[in-house]
């Protein structure tokens, strides 16, 4: 195997498809199966959805089997998206709490902090570093060891 591990950027407009607005169901399972077919060879695999991540210099947050992150989130962030997501003949999601950084907002402590719930004093001056969970998961949060 070349790669360990990848990190994959979409766009939100690649998620919309031929639509002005909303995610296209044709997109999102066109992306699902070749996202099943990197993760069959065993590789680990970095998601990002919107390239303003990149270029704001936030970072991953969380990594790890898609087992554990999905059933088993350990940060905020990756829990508010996963909450964030509808389900068939569910309510509709309340979405995640504040507003996404500006293009340019330099972070000196964790890119989420001013959307987190959680976040106090810490969160905002100092970087998170990885804390190494079971099973190679990992989370890069202040508040994973205690609350998170």
């Known amino acids: 195997m070349k790669y360990k ?16 607005y909303g995610l296209s169901p ?15 060879t065993g590789v680990q695999i970095g998601i990002v959805i919107g390239g303003g ?13 898609k087992t554990d992150v999905l059933n088993h989130p350990k940060h905020p962030y990756t829990k ?4 964030s997501i509808p389900q068939i003949g569910g309510t509709i999601p309340k ?3 504040g507003q ?7 972070f000196t402590g964790c890119s989420f902090s001013p959307r987190c719930g959680l976040c106090d004093d810490i969160c905002t001056h100092e970087k998170p570093i ?16 205690s609350e998170v």
């Open 5 to 20: 591990r990848i990190l994959l950027k979409l766009s939100g407009e690649s998620l919309q498809g031929g639509q002005k």
């Open 26 to 40: 044709e997109m999102l399972q066109s992306y699902a199966e070749q996202i099943k077919a990197a993760a069959a």
């Open 53 to 65: 991540n990149i270029f704001r210099g936030l970072t991953v947050v969380e990594y790890g089997s």
């Open 80 to 83: 508010a998206l996963i909450a």
């Open 95 to 97: 979405g995640i709490q």
């Open 100 to 106: 996404p950084p500006a293009f340019g907002e330099i």
């Open 130 to 145: 990885m804390h190494s969970c079971e099973n190679g998961h990992a989370v890069f949060c202040h508040k994973c060891l």
